[in-house]
């Protein structure tokens, strides 16, 4: 049984560095019929990462080492989350709290990026930054939230743990949907892509990244969302998941399907509602995120009182 | 009041003030001494309530020996009312009248740099269209300058960026931020600087005119009468039309034509269709701003249908080329106008859907509010088209000064009070739907006959003709010359009023609102600038030119 755990896991690790921007490709194509285009095929993300890592990285002169020490780094620990990830079976490299080291590597991953950026010494990637950092502690809070409230409930930290202890209760779906949602905003998609947004800041904390660096950082940016939408799904299924686990090999398999589809699926869905939107303000953001703590603290009050 | 009443108005109170009264093509001419050329201007702006157009310069030295200046005015429902004086070429100083009409601001620069006449008085006498390494003394204007003559340049050493200081009035700032000359929120190249405090800007500094084509330039010294309709549609890629109207009528009016009244209804229906499809691109462009990119792609969907309607009935998709003075060169035949109705069905009711999903609470919540624009100061800049109509003021040529087919049609003007971005795309959302209605009616009424009137040139006649484009009156005085030219062609796109406007407009918003805040004043920088830059592709260098240096370039390399 364990070696179909292993083997699961390195499986569900490569496929989700492979699927990330195979996923954006999907996006792409969706968003292109909604807006009436024939749109790129859907392997352009990879290609155009491919093409990005074969071009050479201009550096401007003001920029400090961070700035291009930050983009590998930020990729490393993006993709360092990859095996700690539960692709539908009990992942063995787990250990207890590896779910705070999940959170740190995916918060941790994408500082590191912004202050890199920063080191730029552009205007423009400053306002990105500080537009991302506000966002970005906003978001970090519900994310702990919904983590506080299932562990409350399951009792552990370990996400393998949580998946195998979880029972069908209103306080962990309910989790799980808030760190969904979350994940859309934290994962800067319109109308939350302020960090970005070409038209006022010109790419903002990109602005002065081209070539390998550019590369790495778009590359670990779509990990970033992928892990994170993997993350909700694993605690929003965590009932069905056990329950597909405990029915032997082909139940394992099966949950493993089920968490790869479900996240492609998420995410893909999140594409579709991002063509619908336009960016919104800072300002704006932030009311939304205040609004959206209510969810994670309901589900601690559920949790606590055992729901 | 009729135009007699003000005439003799004026006669009795400026007796003395006043040199010549003349009556070109049925606007008012009036010449003054240049010491009441404050007061006369004065009394118009504030007590006749006139809107100010644009000023021009003249160099009139070979006839009078005099530099002269026109003030345009316009005097609404009535018609054009022009101020000029003229002061001795050895002393040329005239009184501004900025410190009376703001708007003047700019023209009076221009006239600066263009001709070196002194504007006594003026707040900010620097440079505007001239670049920063041009010659001091060297006027391009002025009839001893040729044409082709390229001073030498230099690098400015000019510093523009800075991060925190105090800017020129005590602002304290904290970071200068570049928007230009080159962004993605500008698609021509002009240069703004925001000096932003965190998220919010404080003030703004602006340097345009980076690509300066001396189109009246070459207006003045190349071409003849009937050739200057296809450059003068060539300023803009977007409202080319306006532009060839505008001087087709400017001439007309000069020189007594009668233009058919076939010829008109086409120019109406053309210049509406052009209207509709400007539109069109600026909402899709606010999107794209917005961050709304279905919204962009789906504007720009619909456009298409209109552009191919104008290839229809025109020939090309884009600058048309069918304005000549006297009238139009080409006609429309029976079944193009069957076609033509049902494209106009096909994008009223498309249009329709897409004003609803387009004007949504989330999209509202960005606009409303933003880059507020008091009524007051809208007059005072003298801004245009929907950015004055959005600030409250009640005016379109199109209904104050009656030209082509628009008097025989019914159709409403788009007016909003707020002055925020909101109410200046609800304008031009309004305007879709009307422009379709004109477009309507004319192809339903279209006169039989001919479509071009002839005429005899004559010297030294003044004309001004004004269209409404899309995005404000588009002004142009012509001083007709000997052998069919021009002696002075002056043009006024409606940006070059509504830019200094984006200063009382873009203090105070959010820096995310910055952006949509400039492009709702739907600005076009190539009019307002009248220019081209050129890519050398053997040197990888940009150069700047003529469009005479351009043709002779695309000749040598196409051979």
């Avoid at chain 1, 965590?238 to 398999?253: H, R, S």
Wanted: glycine residues 8%.
């Amino acid at each position: 049984m364990t070696t179909v755990y292993v083997t699961l896991t390195i499986i569900g690790s490569i496929l989700g560095l492979i699927l990330a921007p195979l996923v954006d490709g999907i996006e792409r194509k969706l968003r292109a019929k909604v807006q009436n285009r024939i749109g790129p095929p859907i392997t352009q993300t990879w290609l155009d990462i491919v093409k990005l890592l074969r071009k050479e990285s201009l550096i401007p002169r003001t920029a400090q080492d961070l700035f291009f020490i930050a983009p590998p780094l930020t990729l490393a620990m993006s993709a360092a989350t990859l095996p700690l990830l539960c692709y539908g079976a009990p992942n063995v490299l787990g250990f207890y709290g590896d779910i705070i080291v999940i959170l740190y590597l995916i918060a941790g991953s994408s500082i590191l990026l912004y202050l890199g950026a920063t080191a730029s010494g552009n205007p423009y990637a400053a306002i990105g930054f500080s537009r991302r950092f506000s966002l970005l502690i906003a978001c970090e809070l519900l994310i702990a939230l919904a983590v506080v409230a299932v562990a409350l409930k399951t009792g552990s930290l370990s996400l393998t743990e949580i998946v195998m202890k979880s029972e069908l209760a209103p306080s962990t779906i309910l989790a799980g949907l808030s760190l969904l949602i979350t994940s859309y905003v934290e994962s800067s998609r319109l109308p939350f892509e302020l960090a970005v947004a070409k038209p006022e800041i010109m790419g903002g904390i990109l602005i002065e990244y081209s070539g390998r660096l550019l590369a790495f950082a778009e590359l670990s940016h779509l990990l970033h969302r992928f892990v994170l939408v993997l993350l909700g799904v694993d605690i929003t299924l965590a009932p069905a998941l056990k329950y597909l686990i405990e029915l032997g090999v082909t139940g394992v398999i099966a949950s493993f399907i089920l968490v790869i589809t479900s996240t492609v699926i998420v995410l893909v869905i999140f594409g579709v509602i991002e063509a619908l939107c336009g960016r919104t303000r800072l300002d704006y953001a932030l009311q939304f995120t205040s609004k959206l703590i209510v969810l994670p603290i309901i589900s601690i009050v559920l949790a606590s009182i055992g729901v | 009041m009729s135009k007699e009443e003000l005439i003799s108005k004026l006669k009795s109170k400026f007796s003395e003030c006043i040199v010549k009264v003349d009556t070109p093509g049925n606007d008012i001419l009036v010449e003054v001494k240049p010491e009441c050329l404050v007061e006369v201007a004065k009394y118009v702006f504030n007590e006749e309530n006139m809107y100010y157009a644009t000023s021009s310069g003249a160099d009139e030295r070979g006839l009078t020996g005099k530099f002269s200046v026109y003030h345009i005015f316009s005097a609404d429902k009535r018609c054009w009312f022009v101020l000029k004086t003229s002061v001795p070429a050895s002393r040329p100083k005239v009184p501004s009248i900025t410190g009376v009409v703001p708007g003047a601001n700019w023209a009076e620069r221009e006239a600066m740099d263009m001709f070196g006449i002194q504007f006594e008085g003026h707040p900010e006498p620097t440079r505007l269209v001239l670049p920063d390494d041009w010659p001091e003394g060297l006027h391009p204007l002025r009839k001893d300058f040729e044409h082709n003559y390229r001073p030498p340049s230099k690098t400015p050493e000019k510093e523009y960026l800075s991060v925190g200081g105090v800017f020129v009035g005590g602002v304290e700032y904290s970071t200068a931020l570049p928007l230009g000359p080159y962004h993605p929120a500008l698609h021509e190249p002009e240069y703004f600087e925001l000096l932003v405090k965190g998220e919010e800007v404080i003030d703004v500094r602006y340097r345009g005119f980076h690509v300066h084509r001396g189109i009246e330039k070459i207006g003045e010294s190349r071409l003849t009468y009937n050739q200057v309709p296809f450059i003068a549609e060539r300023i803009c890629g977007i409202c080319g039309f306006v532009h060839s109207s505008s001087y087709c009528m400017a001439i007309e009016k000069a020189l007594g034509i009668d233009v058919p009244e076939r010829a008109k209804y086409i120019r109406t229906i053309v210049l509406e269709i052009e209207r509709i499809h400007s539109h069109l691109l600026w909402i899709g462009v606010a999107c794209h701003l917005l961050g709304f990119e279905t919204g962009f792609m789906h504007s720009w969907r619909i456009r298409e249908h209109v552009m191919d309607l104008a290839e229809l009935l025109t020939g090309s998709r884009k600058t048309y080329g069918i304005n000549i003075p006297g009238g139009v060169r080409r006609d429309i035949i029976e079944n193009q106008i069957e076609k033509a109705k049902k494209v106009m069905d096909l994008i009223e009711s498309e249009f329709k859907i897409l004003k609803d999903k387009l004007l949504v609470p989330e999209v509202i919540s960005r606009l409303k509010g933003v880059g507020y624009l008091p009524k007051e100061d809208a007059r005072k800049i003298a801004v245009l088209g929907p950015t004055m109509r959005g600030s409250g003021i009640a005016r379109d040529v199109r209904k104050d000064q009656p030209y082509f087919a628009y008097p025989e049609l019914d159709f409403e003007i788009a007016v909003y009070d707020d002055g925020d971005n909101l109410a200046r795309t609800l304008v031009r959302v309004d305007e879709v739907l009307e422009s379709i209605k004109i477009v309507k009616q004319a192809l339903n009424n279209l006169p039989k006959g001919p479509i071009r009137a002839d005429f005899e040139p004559k010297p030294m006649k003044l004309g001004v003709g004004a269209v409404e484009a899309p995005r404000g009156e588009v002004v142009h005085m012509v001083i007709t010359g000997r052998s069919s030219k021009l002696f002075r062609w002056r043009v006024r796109a409606p940006t070059y009023n509504n830019i200094p406007a984006l200063k009382i407009m873009l203090k105070g918003v959010a820096l995310a609102d910055a952006p949509i805040t400039i492009a709702s004043i739907d600005p076009c920088f190539s009019c307002t600038d009248r220019c081209i830059v050129l890519r050398d592709l053997d040197r990888g260098t940009y150069i700047r030119t003529s469009l005479i240096e351009m043709r002779r370039y695309v000749v040598r390399v196409l051979g």
